[in-house]
């Protein structure tokens, strides 16, 4: 048996997984990942409070043990921390914890390799598909966790600031969506020995990733409580705090009054025709802004704004005028991960006054219009369109602001740490005997730092679905992970929302383990009186619950919006 696997989970791993619909029905990953050491889970987190509890550092008459039990997964912990304690002098929470970071990015490169390996002898294009996936999302796993490694070579524990202890929740909680993501695209397009292989590998890094997670929430966190305030930060002038005024400045511009670095104009009148030229152009791992300005026109491409490629802005006409537009599925043999009309990554995304549309259809199913990973992004005055999976919110902190969002099933979903605030978002008419959701949010760790925060939106039927809404329930969430966290608050909600409010994902999976939040919404669909009685529903009657879903708490936004230039509001409004 394999020392990182807790007792019982490796006869789980061996069985041949079955493929995910989340059309109908609860993915095979889930079971596996979150099927597993649910009496410790609950035993470790109170999973009803979204607050964490902490263990005091001073606390710690058995340091191996009690870091340990702090985990999820106690005996891999031990496992992996054993062959390293004999030259150890001291066996501090902190010197554990970078060990503990040290194993699990060594485990992460294993796994990095060994997709790269069987990528290259792969010849059915579905299972090459999910394996660059999983090249693409290791890679970048191994940069957050060895990122964190090198910040606490640079800081001491107690030197952390709220800030710096907010970030590396965030990577870490990013690493291990990372980690699911590549799990998941193995389980739908591969089989045999090349996914039992990749499956086990990325479930012991996992493993180790949420070992990692647990510890800085549990036990580093317990000595700056005073100081970590919240996964979002705090809003001023309208924006996150980590927006910088420079930023502000920019998405309060007219598109006209825009000073760009370059221009993309489809009929040549630019410096470049297509935006995947300008990006490419851009400089690398760059500190200052790079406004890429697009001009009006419809843009078939599919668009990678790359992990080197950072602080890009991409900068329309309007979102009705500037479109970029694809049509990638997985019924066409895409993973969802790499459907995407466009993909984000690079720290410091932006976008303004243009639209991601992918034009695939309902019956082609999963098919992502914009997927984001970049940390610290902004999306402003944008539109993104499809179907199935229009918004993949796919990790880190994001912020959207006066956005047009429109799908089907599912269509804002993901593991991000996410505020949409003041944003239209229109469900279609979907297709046939098929269910409209709006969020399938995909936390699946209690100590992730994730979720999806609805503020001040504006929720109604899409033209199309108004004369048949009747026929095509149309629901606020449904939980496609086990510890899906959504909220809705101080928004408007049309009729088209079906008075139970939520959708179950498959049978009573999650009900406990999620959190599904209602705070002073208005409009003929906010009454609560028939919704789902679930233990993990909360009609929120506290402001200070309910501000902790706020743009100032959930993602740290006064420490980096107030550069973006874009409007926020931090708190709750009155």
Known sequence: MDPLIENGDQTVLSRKAKSRKRVAIISAASIVLIGITICVVIAVVALNSSKEERVPAAELDDPIENFCSATLYPESCRASLSPYLKGLSRKRPMDLFHIALTVAVKEANKAFALASGLFKQAEDHAVRMALQDCVELMDITHDQIDGTISLFKRVEMKALTGQQFGDVKAWLSAAITNMETCYDGILEKSDGIAQSQMLSSVYRAKVLASNSLAVLVKIIGADHSEKTGSNFGEIDEGFPSWVTAADRRLLRSSPNDVEANVVVAADGSGDFKTITEAINKA????????????????????????????????????????????????????????????????????????????????????????????????????????????????????????????????????????????????????????????????????????????????????????????????????????????????????????????????GDFALSTLYYGEYMNTGPGAGTESRVTWPGYHVINSSAEASQFTVGEFIQGNDWLLTAGVEYTDGLTN
């Open 283 to 506: 400089p690398n791992k760059s500190n200052e802004r790079y406004v890429i300005k697009v001009k009006k026109g419809t843009y078939e491409e599919n668009v990678e704004v790359g992990k080197k490629k950072l602080n890009i802005l991409l900068v329309g006409e309007g979102m009705e005028d500037t479109i970029i537009t694809g049509s990638r599925n997985v019924v066409d043999n895409a993973t969802t991960f790499n459907s995407a009309t466009v993909a984000a990554v690079g720290m410091g995304f932006m976008a303004q006054d243009i639209a991601f549309i992918n034009t695939a259809g309902p019956h082609k199913h999963q098919a992502v219009a914009l997927r984001v990973g970049a940390d610290q992004s902004v999306l402003y005055r944008c539109k993104i369109a499809g179907y199935q999976d229009t918004l993949y919110v796919h990790s880190l902190r994001q912020f959207y602001r006066e956005c047009l969002v429109l799908g089907t099933v599912d269509f804002i979903f993901g593991n991000a740490a996410v505020v949409l605030q003041n944003c239209t978002l229109l469900p279609r008419k979907p297709g046939a005997s098929q269910k409209n959701a709006i969020t399938a949010q995909g936390r699946t760790d209690p100590n992730q730092n994730t979720g999806i925060s609805i503020q001040g939106c504006n929720i109604s039927a899409d033209s199309d679905l108004v004369p048949v809404k009747s026929s095509f329930p149309t629901y606020l969430g449904r939980p496609w992970k086990n510890y899906s966290r959504t909220v809705y608050m101080q928004s408007y909600l049309d009729d088209v929302i079906n008075p139970a409010g939520w959708l179950e994902w498959s």
